[in-house]
């Protein structure tokens, strides 16, 4: 079965530190990748996602960006964070029209 | 363009008694799936039901039902017999195409069910 991977749970990093977020998933090829982010109290926002090694699409212009080295890796980075990149960010991945899970999120806080 | 609409930022009901969560979209594709997840306090998303455009019946999955309206967009969560383990965030969602890989959601609704 599929199993999704993702740390760490809980960050705190200063203003204008880098950021790497790293999810990875077992048990299945060619996955679709996401990057969600959720504000405190607020839905879910998708941040970038990809169909496939090295390729990345970006939905929301931000401080972020996103990589997949690996075909089940993906990575989501940032060369100094914000305050405003303070917030819940969740991986998935998908296959076809219906197979799709969540990781357990990382819970960011940028002071 | 995709839309998802959860009008009910928050929801009360008593242990035991139905509950029904509303979810509206929008979309020109033909072909798209329709999810629920459950948020708890913990922040996992929890993947509850689906709903495929094609499907004749409407989902279900034990005290899940969709009660799926194709004609009025509508993709409405009902949950049987509430109990307090229900209390959470419940986000509507929507995949759009054949395999398509951009799933977009709803703002939530906060469901608190009462003792």
């Known amino acids: 079965s599929q199993t999704i991977h993702q740390w760490p749970a809980t960050l705190v990093q200063p203003v204008g530190s880098p950021l790497s977020l790293e999810c990875t998933v077992e048990g299945t090829s060619n996955p679709n990748l996401y990057w969600y982010r959720q504000a405190a109290g607020r839905g879910l926002q998708l941040l970038f996602y990809?169909?496939?090694?090295?390729?990345i699409s970006s939905e929301v212009p931000q401080n972020l960006s996103a990589s997949r080295p690996q075909d089940r890796q993906f990575i989501l980075s940032s060369k100094k964070l914000l305050l405003s990149d303070s917030g819940f960010y969740l991986c998935?991945?998908?296959?076809?029209?219906?197979?799709?899970?969540f990781g357990s999120g990382t819970r960011l806080t940028v002071v | 363009a995709q839309k998802i609409t959860q009008t009910q930022p928050g929801m009360f009901v008593q242990e035991k008694e139905a509950v029904t969560l509303d979810c509206t979209y929008d979309t020109s594709d033909p072909s798209y799936g329709l999810f629920w997840y459950k948020q708890p306090s913990s922040g996992e998303m929890i993947f509850l039901i689906y709903?495929?455009?094609?499907?004749?019946q409407n989902a279900t999955e034990g005290r899940y039902s969709l009660n799926f309206q194709k004609a009025r967009k509508s993709a409405n969560l009902v949950i049987s017999a509430s109990q307090l383990g229900d209390s959470a965030m419940y986000f509507c969602a929507m995949r759009e195409g054949v395999g398509g890989f951009k799933t977009i959601f709803g703002a939530g609704t906060r469901l608190f069910v009462k003792a």
């Open positions: 998935a991945w998908s296959v076809g029209d219906q197979d799709s899970s």
């Open positions: 709903q495929g455009s094609y499907d004749q």
């Open positions: 990809s169909v496939g090694i090295g390729q």
